[in-house]
């Protein structure tokens, strides 16, 4: 399965803890984003990234998210100090190209901070 | 800010009942308009719209792009009950650089009784 590959698929953490979800792009994409989808609302972007670049970082909150996509290996995303309001879906999609090509989702990563 | 609204925002139906979901939008630089589908897990990708007036078809489900009303619909003809889902409406704009960042709908829940 050549999909994007989300892990873990859940996880949970106490208050104050860090998260980090990995993502690997589908097989021949290098553009990576990251969407959070929290109870009840619909899916927001939070940042997007090519190799060694963040090229969008407007949703991303200013404290505590970091995300990065290194020359090898695969996208991460990192919450620290969580907080139960971080509880959420992320989800981790790629293209193979920014704009005008099909956006591929992850299954998700799903935190839960108690 | 980019905004994109579905209607309705849930719906109920019989199987072999035919459905309308419904997707308006607001966004500073149009580039195309994408349906998912989501149950519980990766949204599943549908269709992409770009050019106003054509319709995208596959198997019962159909969508349309009017640029003029900016507004889309997505039809499910003959519906089963593993129609079932959340079915996400998501614009793709361009900024000053081109990326696929995509700005979402609330969903549609569809619920299709046996």
């Known amino acids: 399965n050549a999909g994007v590959m989300q892990n873990p698929r859940h996880l949970v953490r106490r208050r104050g803890q860090e998260a980090r979800l990995r993502c690997s792009p589908m097989?021949?994409?290098?553009?990576v984003y990251w969407y959070r989808q929290l109870p009840e609302e619909g899916l927001k972007f939070m940042v997007y990234?090519?190799?060694?670049?963040?090229?969008?970082e407007s949703g991303m909150p200013k404290e505590r998210f970091s995300a990065e996509f290194p020359k090898e290996g695969p996208s991460i995303l990192r919450i620290q100090q969580v907080v139960r309001g971080d509880s959420a879906a992320y989800f981790c999609?790629?293209?193979?190209?920014?704009?005008?090509?099909?956006?591929?989702f992850g299954e998700g990563s799903w935190l839960t901070v108690v | 800010e980019d905004k994109v609204v579905q209607s309705p925002l849930s719906l109920v139906v019989h199987e072999g009942d035919t459905v309308t979901l419904n997707c308006s939008y607001e966004?500073?630089?149009?580039?195309?308009l994408l349906w998912y589908k989501q149950e519980k897990k990766a949204p599943t990708f549908l269709f992409m719209l770009?050019?106003?007036?054509i319709e995208k078809k596959s198997g019962r489900l159909s969508s349309i792009l009017d640029k003029k009303e900016l507004s889309s619909i997505l039809n499910i003809t003959a519906t089963q009950t593993g129609d079932s889902a959340i079915y996400l409406c998501?614009?793709?704009?361009?900024?000053?650089?081109?990326?696929?960042?995509?700005?979402f709908g609330q969903g549609t829940i569809l619920t299709v009784h046996p």
């Open positions: 998501a614009v793709e704009s361009a900024g000053g650089t081109s990326y696929g960042k995509l700005t």
């Open positions: 990234l090519q190799k060694e670049n963040i090229i969008d």
């Open positions: 770009t050019s106003s007036g």
């Open positions: 097989k021949g994409h290098s553009h």
């Open positions: 999609a790629s293209s193979s190209a920014g704009a005008g090509n099909t956006i591929y």
């Open positions: 966004v500073t630089n149009f580039r195309s």
